[in-house]
């Protein structure tokens, strides 16, 4: 049978195409059930409270950091959503006298606007957002040199880091595309108009610019700009999963307000059953040899019709 339209793009691929009894297995999850679909090379993980979510997400970046040396550059690549983790990485680096000069970071996109990435002086730029909210506030005689902190600006020299230096995690969260970064489902157009490109046609993807599904551009409306949708570009420049499997690991967060409570329950099960699909970008993690999804209690909520 043909694969259905989506409900919400009709133009493009995502999570909505999917088989219906696939998405009603995945509604029905409660918080235990996740946790059960954890399996070799996929870890769930609860936190009870944001206070030790957002700690422990920080604490990768300083696990990543402290295995550098000048002989072994080691760095995390991070995101811009969850962010909230990021002033307490600079807080315990300073408090633990951390140096990080072997250390590296990668930020894993950022918006594009007339064919370029946005300046930092842009209300949504991610660089910013990481030099205000972690980097700029790490003691001068700690940070890392410069050169060690990595955006995709010059995206083929950019893509290459990752043969240089070892990415001893790749962290995100999820949006409601069900996307990493911007890994989002590609158009229902040309070759892929009956059926999305297989698994191993996205793979292959590397650092690029690309275009953004409907659902990202609300979601970064409604989250990075109060609802103001003709402030968010409909392109962006995005790690891929070229770079994203030379990741030692991909630690994926869910506060619970990224994504919804069907959506990060979708996709663990994907994972977990080992059910990749391009249509749901984040289900080819299924592939990886190591992710991690970390879930905040509180977040999770339920599936249910529930009028307001």
Same mark, same amino acid.
């Given at each position: 049978?043909?694969? =259905?339209?989506?409900?919400?793009?009709?133009?493009?691929?995502?999570?909505?195409?999917?088989?219906?009894?696939?998405?009603?297995?995945?509604?029905?999850?409660?918080?235990?059930?996740?946790?059960?679909?954890?399996?070799?090379?996929?870890?769930?993980?609860?936190?009870?409270?944001?206070?030790?979510?957002?700690?422990?997400?920080?604490?990768?970046?300083?696990?990543?950091?402290?295995?550098?040396?000048?002989?072994?550059?080691?760095?995390?690549?991070?995101?811009?959503?969850?962010?909230?983790?990021?002033?307490?990485?600079?807080?315990?680096?300073?408090?633990?006298?951390?140096?990080?000069?072997?250390?590296?970071?990668?930020?894993?996109?950022?918006?594009?606007?007339?064919?370029?990435?946005?300046?930092?002086?842009?209300?949504?730029?991610?660089?910013?957002?990481?030099?205000?909210?972690?980097?700029?506030?790490?003691?001068?005689?700690?940070?890392?040199? @410069?050169?060690?902190?990595?955006?995709?600006?010059?995206?083929?020299?950019?893509?290459? @880091?990752?043969?240089?230096?070892?990415?001893?995690?790749?962290?995100?969260?999820?949006?409601?595309?069900?996307?990493?970064?911007?890994?989002?489902?590609?158009?229902?157009?040309?070759?892929?108009?009956?059926? =999305?490109?297989?698994?191993?046609?996205?793979?292959?993807?590397?650092?690029?610019?690309?275009?953004?599904?409907?659902?990202?551009?609300?979601?970064?409306?409604? @989250?990075?700009?109060?609802?103001?949708?003709?402030?968010?570009?409909?392109?962006?420049?995005?790690?891929?999963?070229?770079? @994203?499997?030379?990741?030692?690991?991909?630690?994926?967060?869910?506060?619970?307000?990224?994504?919804?409570?069907?959506?990060?329950?979708?996709?663990?099960?994907?994972?977990?059953?080992?059910?990749?699909?391009?249509?749901?970008?984040?289900?080819?993690?299924?592939?990886?040899?190591?992710?991690?999804?970390?879930?905040?209690?509180?977040?999770?909520?339920?599936?249910?019709?529930?009028?307001?």
């Amino acid at each position: 049978m043909p694969r =259905p339209i989506s409900k919400v793009a009709p133009g493009w691929w995502d999570y909505t195409t999917l088989d219906t009894d696939l998405l009603a297995d995945a509604a029905r999850l409660t918080a235990d059930d996740l946790l059960k679909l954890s399996r070799d090379g996929f870890d769930v993980t609860i936190y009870d409270t944001l206070e030790e979510f957002y700690c422990a997400e920080a604490l990768e970046y300083i696990r990543a950091w402290q295995q550098a040396t000048p002989d072994n550059p080691v760095g995390i690549c991070g995101p811009i959503g969850p962010t909230e983790q990021l002033p307490l990485v600079a807080r315990i680096v300073n408090a633990l006298d951390i140096k990080l000069h072997n250390a590296h970071f990668w930020g894993m996109d950022e918006w594009i606007e007339n064919d370029k990435p946005v300046a930092t002086d842009h209300p949504l730029s991610f660089a910013k957002a990481d030099m205000d909210l972690c980097f700029n506030r790490i003691r001068s005689e700690l940070r890392m040199p @410069t050169k060690n902190i990595h955006f995709p600006v010059e995206l083929d020299a950019y893509s290459e @880091t990752y043969d240089h230096v070892r990415c001893a995690i790749m962290q995100g969260g999820q949006g409601e595309v069900k996307h990493w970064a911007f890994n989002d489902p590609p158009k229902r157009e040309g070759e892929w108009k009956d059926s =999305p490109p297989p698994v191993g046609e996205y793979l292959r993807l590397k650092t690029r610019i690309t275009d953004l599904h409907p659902m990202t551009v609300i979601q970064n409306a409604r @989250t990075s700009g109060g609802g103001y949708v003709p402030q968010v570009p409909t392109r962006a420049a995005t790690v891929g999963p070229f770079e @994203t499997w030379k990741a030692d690991t991909v630690s994926i967060w869910h506060p619970g307000h990224h994504d919804n409570p069907f959506g990060i329950r979708l996709t663990a099960l994907m994972i977990s059953k080992r059910l990749p699909d391009t249509s749901v970008p984040m289900s080819l993690l299924a592939d990886h040899p190591h992710v991690k999804f970390s879930y905040y209690r509180g977040g999770i909520g339920t599936v249910e019709a529930e009028m307001h």
